[in-house]
């Protein structure tokens, strides 16, 4: 008893000293800087801020929504990890500007939150991430999907055999095209390849990804598909890609993602196994239904519609740079959807189905 009575005093020790500088990197066009800039100010474990803003596009509004914990404003990032040494780096850029950014964060012994896809090639963010691991320092993608109430009951559910075991997926992730049409927007870093890396895929269809292989505790390992633009607009990456997958349990999965609908979104991600079935959709908000033939009836978890996805996994990100907690996920699994994002490009352009390592 005195042990863990011990322990407990630590962790409360740890918790209350637990004052973390962040450092934030932008420039005009990152993407979610409202949303950062409001979980930075809610997080009680981030003590100050530092920012780096190149154009000073994004001070005002750091200013306004963090308040005193905004403490200095630099132009350079590397003079910013220079003179401050944040514990943390969140990093908000376009795709091509994203990996000197994480590099220099990484160089001064930062652990890492990027904005994704953070890169425009798996192949330089691999090399960031073995320069992560080589110091013990974490990169974390802002794939915030993981830690909503219902993916984390679904995953629970999955975990106990639920489902016994996992023989399929089906997934679609929906978004307008309606933004697709507009000057702004074609001109942003985006519509651009060889800045965004890629369209709708690396952009939304990432998160549907991630959490196919997250909630069954799988990789995939071969893809094959198609991915271009279908509504024509003039933007150069795919507003449309359609994607099979084997995974290394077995299962067999689709995904399709594209900018089709006037507005909103249209969501669904099903699974299917030997004892029954779960699924999440835009339709049930906040919601997980599930079927097994254990219980020969459908049940419903909905977890509360006051939730937010992205305080909630910067807070996550956070605590882990502070050593209070594990990563919501790793530099590995970050690396490993980008793999399979850049695998279905491949395949869209050769025709042949792709190997994922």
């Known amino acids: 008893m005195v042990g863990s009575a011990r322990a407990e ?3 409360i020790s740890n918790e209350s000293s637990a004052n973390l500088k962040v450092g934030f990197v932008t420039h005009a066009g990152g993407a979610h800087l409202d949303a950062y800039f409001t979980a930075l100010a809610a997080a009680e474990e981030v003590g100050s801020v530092v920012l780096a803003d190149a154009d000073g596009k994004s001070e005002t509004m750091a200013r306004n929504i963090l308040g005193e914990k905004l403490r200095q404003v630099y132009k350079d990032c590397n003079r910013l990890f220079a003179q401050e040494k944040p514990a943390m780096a969140l990093i908000s850029m ?9 590099r220099a964060a990484l160089e001064a012994g930062c652990h890492v939150f990027a904005e994704k896809p953070a890169c425009t090639r798996a192949e330089d963010f691999q090399l960031l991430v073995e320069m992560a691991n080589s110091k013990d320092l974490y990169l974390m993608l802002a794939l915030a999907n993981r830690l909503n109430p219902e993916i984390v009951e679904a995953k629970r559910l999955i975990a106990t055999g639920l489902l016994g075991k996992i ?3 089906e997934m679609h992730l929906i978004a307008d095209q309606t933004r ?3 000057p702004s927007y074609q001109q942003t870093w985006q519509a651009h390849r060889d800045r965004a890396g890629g369209g709708h895929l690396a952009w939304l269809g990432i998160h549907w990804l991630d959490l196919a292989m997250y909630l069954t505790n799988s990789r995939i390992k071969q893809v094959a598909g198609f991915a271009g633009n279908v509504g024509g607009q003039p933007i150069d990456v795919e507003d449309s890609a359609a994607m099979s997958m084997r995974f290394d349990n077995g299962t067999y999965g689709t995904l399709t993602s594209g900018y089709y609908l006037d507005r909103g979104y249209h969501s669904l991600i099903k699974i299917w196994g030997a004892a029954g079935w779960l699924q999440i959709s835009r339709e049930m908000p906040n919601s997980v239904e599930w079927y097994s033939n254990k219980t020969s009836k ?8 006051d939730h937010n996805a ?4 910067v807070r996550a990100a956070v605590r882990a740079s502070a050593g209070l907690q594990s990563p919501p996920l790793t530099g590995d699994e970050s690396l490993y959807v980008l793999k399979t994002i850049f695998g279905l490009y491949r395949a869209a352009e050769s025709g042949k189905t792709q190997q994922i390592e």
């Open 298 to 305: 459908t049940e419903t978890f909905t977890g509360p519609s």
């Open 9 to 11: 005093e630590d962790t």
């Open 180 to 182: 697709l049409t507009k």
């Open 94 to 102: 376009e795709a091509k500007e994203s990996p000197a950014a994480i």
């Open 310 to 313: 992205y305080s909630t996994f």
């Open 167 to 169: 023989y399929g997926l």
